[in-house]
């Protein structure tokens, strides 16, 4: 058989596998995700108080996230944040849905779709602060409603993340102005 004739059957399998594996969003082994999860006490402001830096966040500072159910049920993701380097605000939107059970704080999350990723409310105190698991343990976010944490709190959230895997040195601990 011709090669040529193989290049686009085995370039589009290959496609059609990543596009179909970032479609299917995961959570990192060991992680759980919170039941009992009430999506409508979720909405709402959070302040972002730790992250593991990527991309996208890189040199922001007072980031949020801000949540609301749109019509068909999705949840809206509004992310903002102040890039000091460049110095101006900066924000992308998003959607979020549930995977699976609704009451499992296990999500995905899509930016840019087709493309989805795990977001898994791995721990919960009072809907007032969240730990946030990615699709993989480099992905991980510490939240709260308020610009702050308690310490017992965060010492919490730190202690579960190592135990999954995550390395808490990497976090980015985000300043609020």
Request: aromatic share 14%.
């Amino acid at each position: 058989m011709n090669r040529k004739k193989l290049i686009i059957p085995i370039s589009l399998g290959v496609l059609g596998f990543l596009v179909f594996n970032s479609c299917t969003p995961k959570i990192p082994k060991g992680a759980v995700a919170v039941s009992n999860f009430e999506s409508e006490k979720y909405l709402g402001k959070w302040y972002e108080i730790a992250r593991f830096d990527f991309r996208f966040e890189k040199d922001l500072k007072n980031v949020t996230a801000d949540y609301s159910k749109k019509a068909n049920g999705a949840i809206t993701v509004l992310n903002r944040g102040f890039n000091y380097k460049k110095n101006k605000w900066v924000q992308a939107e998003g959607e979020a849905k549930p995977v699976g059970d609704k009451d499992v704080a296990k999500l995905k999350v899509s930016f840019f779709k087709p493309f989805w990723s795990g977001y898994n409310v791995i721990d919960i105190e009072d809907y007032a602060y969240a730990l946030v698991a990615g699709d993989s343990l480099d992905y991980l976010w510490i939240l709260s409603r308020e610009k702050t944490i308690p310490d017992e709190i965060k010492e919490r959230f730190l202690s579960k993340a190592r135990s999954i895997g995550y390395n808490t040195a990497n976090l980015v601990w985000v300043t609020h102005d």
